[in-house]
């Protein structure tokens, strides 16, 4: 057996798709306090159902955070779906700080910023 599958069945091919399959699924947050921040690291992809994870994680970590800043790391996501990025646009919305290192991540960090901008702009 394989990944589950009989390897009488699997070839090539179809071990890389089982292992993209379930490299989709994979998901993770890890918080990092240090004495000046508090950090949501955010490993995987970023597609429902992860994403009300990651809001529920991220409303959680800001109660107690005695002085200190509260950042997402999404320098190890690998996926961000639709669901991703409006949730992504939510959190920044209500104030959350977002470090990455990928350059599409950035990318859509700084539509996510501009668009946030144009809903504040549009709303006064």
Request: hydrophobic share 45%; glycine share 6%.
């Amino acid at each position: 057996m394989i990944y589950g599958i009989p390897k009488s069945i699997c070839f090539g091919h179809m071990v890389a798709l089982v292992v993209v399959a379930a490299a989709r699924l994979m998901f993770k947050i890890s918080i990092i306090d240090t004495a000046r921040e508090r950090t949501l690291l955010v490993e995987g992809t970023l597609v429902a159902p992860w994403t009300t994870e990651l809001q529920t994680v991220w409303r959680n970590a800001g109660q107690e955070l005695e002085r200190r800043k509260l950042a997402i790391d999404l320098t190890n996501v690998t996926v961000i779906s639709q669901e991703g990025e409006n949730t992504l646009f939510e959190l920044m919305r209500n104030g959350a700080k977002f470090s990455s290192s990928g350059v599409l991540t950035k990318h859509v960090l700084r539509q996510l910023a501009r668009r946030c901008q144009s809903t504040v702009r549009n709303a006064l």
